[in-house]
């Protein structure tokens, strides 16, 4: 992998020193809450860039108090390769260990797995991204509302009227309002004065098919957005979107896979209570049947666009918040799917090093030993997968010397020139 950037050892030792020392003094309970400035994330008045990683599971594993060794040890690897920013569920809607049992009601044993998730990350400092609903039936999601709502006698056409139905509305909002204002039983902090939660994600690639502009869409995350503020002022909120382009840019609509899904990449991105835009990229089940050649080459599309569209018109921070490689497929295996990621984080280095806006991107996903039946084709498993590790540890370690060098420049104290090869 090439070397990312050259400076002098004076400017390194700061730049650890800094990193350290703002990790020991800022991690209070109001103090060292990520924010953001134009298109920039800053932390404690610095620029803030990270390399982070989904581990979507972690709630479930933890309900199980025989289990939680799983989620330590993945957020403890995930410290040691200097990934600092974790995205992850905050739902589990009816079903098997379900959070939300129906309606309102919550079985306190799976809560208190979600609340050792969060005291874990703050013990490694491992920031959290929460979703508080998944737009898919896994973990039951927008199908399992309005499924509740047809069974106390609400008129429902789809499962579309999840961003119609004011009682649906309502169902989620008392979701919402259950998370923001708990208090966890490990820290004693009330989520939202908890600065170890980054963000909150509306929903999990929200899609809709009776309406195909994003409208539908952009009218819930109005309504939800102001909601989740009217909780909440500390922390970031972002919508969880994949990226896909509406109405709002007709041209923007070629960079799509061929379809479109009911999202507005702009427009959704737009209101103003959203603090930061994201996107997913599955080039492999967007493209099937076309080489890797040509879905790498989307891929870079996909990322420079939206970077693009970040910069300039929704002047808002950026996370390539869902990207992997499938060692499932014929075509795959360690090799590919480490060309690939490598390339993504490429892709991201140049765009924050080059006028900020992407702050980070958040690798499809990490797992622990013992855990096949989570396993998906993307997953990685960072202690036995050395060569793996080794990239998305140098990149760590890339954006945080970048993050701290911006933090330096910002002070004006003299650097060597950067003879970055990138």
Not at 121 to 149: M, T
Not at 272 to 289: N, R, S, V
Not at 307 to 313: G, K, L, M, N, V
Request: hydrophobic share 35%; charged share 20%; with cysteine.
């Amino acid at each position: 992998m090439a070397t990312y950037i050259t400076w002098s050892v004076v400017v390194l030792y700061m730049a650890l020193l800094c990193c350290v020392c703002d990790a020991r003094v800022h991690w209070g309970k109001r103090g060292g809450f990520v924010g953001t400035e134009g298109s920039t994330f800053v932390l404690n008045g610095s620029p803030f860039l990270f390399n982070g990683f989904n581990a979507y599971w972690m709630m479930n594993v933890a309900t199980d108090p025989t289990e939680r060794m799983k989620v330590t040890q993945v957020l403890q690897d995930a410290a040691n390769a200097g990934l600092s920013v974790c995205r992850t569920w905050a739902f589990a809607d009816g079903g098997y260990k379900a959070l939300q049992i129906s309606s309102g009601a919550y079985d306190e044993r799976v809560f208190q797995g979600l609340d050792f998730v969060v005291a874990e990350a703050r013990k490694y400092r491992i920031r959290l991204i929460l979703s508080f609903v998944n737009n898919y039936e896994d973990y039951g999601g927008r199908p399992q509302y309005v499924d509740w709502a047809r069974k106390e006698g609400v008129e429902i056409r789809s499962d579309d009227d999840f961003y119609t139905n004011c009682i649906v509305k309502g169902y989620y909002k008392n979701h919402v309002k259950r998370i923001i204002t708990r208090i966890n039983t490990i820290t004693k902090i009330a989520y939202h004065d908890d600065a170890t939660i980054m963000a909150w994600e509306l929903m999990n690639e929200p899609r809709c098919q009776v309406d195909y502009s994003g409208r539908t869409i952009n009218d819930w995350v109005q309504e939800m957005a102001s909601f989740v503020k009217s909780l909440d002022k500390h922390h970031l909120l972002e919508v969880g979107m994949e990226g896909f382009y509406g109405d709002t840019m007709s041209e923007r609509k070629k960079i799509n896979p061929g379809y479109q899904v009911g999202t507005d990449f702009i427009s959704n991105n737009l209101v103003k209570e959203i603090d930061f835009a994201t996107i997913h990229a599955y080039p492999d089940q967007w493209l099937p049947g076309q080489n890797q050649d040509s879905k790498v080459a989307f891929m870079q599309r996909w990322m420079w666009s939206h970077y693009e569209d970040s910069r300039t018109i929704l002047k808002k921070p950026l996370v390539i918040a869902e990207f992997g490689k499938s060692t499932d497929y014929p075509e795959s295996n360690i090799n590919t799917r480490d060309s690939y990621i490598n390339i993504v984080y490429r892709n991201i280095y140049r765009m924050a090093k080059t006028r900020g806006t992407v702050g980070g991107g958040l690798v499809w996903q990490l797992m622990a030993k013992g855990m096949g039946s989570f396993s998906d084709g993307y997953q990685i498993i960072l202690s036995e997968n050395p060569s793996t590790t080794s990239i998305i540890s140098e990149h760590s370690h890339a954006m945080s010397t970048l993050s701290h060098v911006l933090k330096l420049r910002s002070q004006n104290v003299p650097l060597e020139k950067d003879h970055s090869s990138w």
